[in-house]
């Protein structure tokens, strides 16, 4: 019954996530930027994110110290909902903070494998006069580890990054 129902509610959570991505008209990632970098957190992580108009895939290699200092993969696809425009009286061109949001899928290898199926949020902001992006992003979702056992558990995650946009 429980999987039932994070199931539906990730359901409804990607189509409110599509119904806010349409109404996005800024953001900070332009179509067919590819970025790099390193973020800190619940994981020590490498980073890759390569902007796709109104959403970006990003993904990481890290060393996930929630789940016990395993090596875990992530990647997600995070939807620009919403941008808020700082004013600057001395910067010519407007600036945003992007929020994002979306789904994250993540493996894990420590005594076997796991998956988790997570539900991100995050802010990014990208500096006007260096291409360097930076980033928090926190989630929360389900995991199944196939050890010796197949145990079901909650997994999360919260990084703050940096990245370096080519």
Known sequence: MKKK????VLVVALALTGLFAAQSTSGT????QFSIGAGIGTDLSVVAKYG??????QGDLSLDFL????FAVDCGAFYNFYDWNVVSGS??????ISFTTGP???????????????WGVGA?????KVPVTVFLKVGLGAKIDFGESVKAGVTG???????YNF
């Open 5 to 8: 129902i994070v199931a539906i």
């Open 29 to 32: 990632s332009k179509k067919g």
């Open 157 to 163: 995650y919260g990084v703050l990054g940096g990245l």
């Open 104 to 118: 994250l899928a993540k493996l894990i290898i420590k005594n076997g494998v796991g998956l988790g199926l997570l």
């Open 91 to 96: 910067l010519k061109a407007p600036q945003y």
């Open 52 to 57: 796709m108009g109104k959403f970006d895939l």
């Open 67 to 70: 789940n016990g200092s395993s």
């Open 124 to 128: 990014e902001y990208t500096f006007p």
